[in-house]
Nanobody
Framework: QVQLVESGGGLVQAGGSLRLSCAASRSIFSLMGWYRQAPGEQRELVATITSGGTTNYADSVKGRFTISRDNAKNTVYLQMNSLKPEDTAIYFC??????????WGQGTQVTVSS
């Protein structure tokens, strides 16, 4: 079993920046990423990064968000710039192991005020 610990959520005004962190208890993975879910909406993909460093972003965040990783710390980051009120959601860290098992963090709240 892999445990994911998220941090960095909070309240920020529109146009501001925030960085989320997700630390995994194990380092062997094929994919890590971030999803988000706003009230009354379905969970959606925000960004992913493969074990080889390939990244992918949702169109809504492309150019504003950057996903990165630190293999030594088993940690993935999401740098969020130029935040908008519509970015308000619970952000979930996602981990897919090399055994194709899926794991989710508990989520961290991001609120962007207008």
């Amino acid at each position: 079993q892999v445990q994911l610990v998220e941090s960095g959520g909070g309240l920020v005004q529109a146009g501001g920046s925030l960085r989320l962190s997700c630390a995994a208890s194990r380092s062997i993975f094929s994919l890590m990423g971030w999803y988000r879910q706003a009230p009354g909406e379905q969970r959606e993909l925000v960004a992913t990064i493969t074990s080889g460093g390939t990244t992918n972003y949702a169109d809504s965040v492309k150019g504003r968000f950057t996903i990165s990783r630190d293999n030594a710390k088993n940690t993935v980051y999401l740098q969020m710039n130029s935040l908008k009120p519509e970015d308000t959601a619970i952000y979930f860290c996602y981990f897919r192991s090399s055994y194709s098992n899926n794991y989710w963090g508990q989520g961290t709240q991001v609120t962007v005020s207008s």
